[in-house]
């Protein structure tokens, strides 16, 4: 087996055992926890998540930047030092500034928390972000096994401590504690691989370049998050945290959609800014709309089973999240297919088209959040968010096109967009023989375009393609 197929069986393993994990403690952490406890665990997450961002400062992009095309292994040990020695010293600062504003956070944050639930909460992610360089180092070295070893091992701990401190009556602070813990043992763990390679050292010079690029992808990353996080803080605001918990439930599995297609994008997204030259454009846009073919059956799946495993998996108090789980799946779709398209928006020098567009988007998805899940509470929310999605996928495919245009068979993208939506109004409506036969249907033009377009063709060029000594051009020239 190649290092490049033994480094990607390594990372699918590790992926799924991880996402497993984490889907087999859903209904377990829910059977302990009441809807608006799990809302407030939500609040924290989200809270996580945003002072992850910060504290990050695009430090790990950063790395894959100037260690990708670093002269020799002596400059990629010094980047990756000055690197681990940044992203500790940001993650300390955001826990010695979050201290004195604890009480400030208390009164600010939805859902009554308390102290100390913010304070673990705090503390783990700050031990997360002094993990995430050196997890970064090990990819680039190579190192998957390492990697995955490590990951999945902390999620292991993490679900395993939750089980044992929710039986003893921890509740919500079981999964803070356990959370606390395990990003400790990987912090440590991550500590010792890097002070052995690289050590930790200190130089203006990549200090200076490594915030200077990092620094404007926290922009572009808090516009995404102010759209596509906040929306449950306003929802915990505006109705209680009940609506929460069970937004959150329908959501982990609304985003099975995108880890379902993650393999096929893992494959997909390193190869595609090699596929431009104008002999190529059309092989790159079947294999964009082929993605978003995969990221659509999922959707199809996900909403047509995921109700019935709520049912059967979780308390009744939950049982409301298979009613918004279709329109989630919807979301989610969207939301990748976003992603799958707007290649053009990256092809040049700089990411500032796509950090203008997020920010267009937070200022037109905030106030609409803001009304409607106010006089409508959660329906508010899916509404919303289905508006927003839907702008947010029209302006990237629209600047991407007039920066780089692929010819994308527009009908069958369509009529994936069109099944996805009919198929999730049918099973919220109870119509499952309708919504069977329209899954039937879409499957069966989905396999008449994928044989008149891929099976008539010759594709041989993926041979050369996946070799190993072509793949490392291709993400050396993406580096440069």
């Not at 859903?26 to 910060?54: C, F, K, R, S």
């Not at 329908?250 to 993650?262: D, G, L, P, T």
């Not at 928006?345 to 998805?365: E, F």
């Amino acid at each position: 087996m190649s290092g490049f197929l033994r480094q990607s069986f390594y990372y699918g393993i590790g992926l799924i055992l991880m996402k497993g994990v984490s889907f087999f403690m859903l209904p377990v952490i829910a059977g302990h926890l009441e809807p608006a406890e799990y809302g407030q665990l939500d609040v924290l997450l989200t809270l996580m998540n945003w002072l992850g961002l910060i504290a990050g400062l695009g430090i790990v992009e950063a790395c894959y930047r100037y260690v990708g095309v670093a002269s020799d292994r002596e400059e990629q040990h010094a980047i990756i030092a000055n690197a681990y020695l940044l992203a500790a010293s940001c993650a300390l600062l955001i826990l010695v500034v979050s201290l004195p504003l604890l009480p400030v956070l208390c009164s600010v944050l939805p859902g009554a928390l308390n102290s100390k639930q913010i304070l673990l909460a705090i503390v783990a992610l700050v031990l997360s972000a002094t993990s995430a360089v050196t997890l970064a180092w090990l990819r680039i070295l190579g190192k998957a096994k390492l990697f995955c070893s490590l990951t999945v091992t902390k999620a292991f701990l993490h679900a395993g401590l939750t089980w044992i401190l929710l039986e003893w009556g921890y509740r919500l602070e079981a999964v803070l504690w356990s959370s606390l813990v395990s990003s400790g043992c990987l912090a440590l763990a991550t500590f010792v691989f890097q002070y052995k390679t690289s050590g930790v050292v200190f130089h203006w010079k990549w200090i200076r370049s490594l915030l200077v690029y990092g620094s404007p992808l926290v922009i572009s990353s808090t516009c995404v998050f102010l759209v596509f996080g906040s929306e449950r803080w306003f929802l915990a605001a505006h109705t209680d945290t009940a609506s929460l918990g069970i937004y959150g439930i329908a959501m982990q599995f609304a985003m099975v959609v995108a880890i379902a297609s993650e393999p096929y994008l893992l494959w997909w997204f390193p190869k595609r800014f090699s596929l431009l030259s104008e002999s190529q454009l059309q092989a790159n846009a079947n294999y964009a709309s082929l993605g978003v073919m995969v990221t659509a059956i999922c959707a199809v799946g996900i909403s047509l089973v995921g109700p019935l495993v709520i049912k059967l998996l979780f308390p009744p108090s939950y049982h409301e999240a298979g009613t918004w789980l279709p329109w989630l799946c919807l979301i989610i779709a969207l939301k990748q297919s976003s992603h799958i398209l707007n290649l053009g928006c990256y092809t040049g020098h700089s990411t500032k088209l796509p950090t203008v567009l997020n920010a267009v988007i937070a200022a037109i998805g905030l106030p609409t959040y803001f009304v409607l899940i106010d006089t409508y509470g959660l329906a508010g929310l899916i509404c919303a968010s289905l508006a927003i999605y839907g702008l947010r996928s029209l302006l990237f495919i629209y600047f991407s096109q007039g920066r780089l245009k692929l010819p994308y068979p527009w009908p069958i993208l369509g009529c994936q967009l069109l099944a996805v939506s009919l198929i999730s109004v049918c099973i919220v409506f109870q119509l499952h023989l309708v919504a069977g036969a329209f899954t039937i249907g879409f499957g069966i033009l989905n396999l008449i375009w994928i044989k008149n377009t891929f099976l008539k063709n010759d594709y041989s060029w993926i041979r050369r393609f996946t070799s190993n000594h072509v793949l490392f051009k291709t993400q050396e020239r993406i580096c440069q």
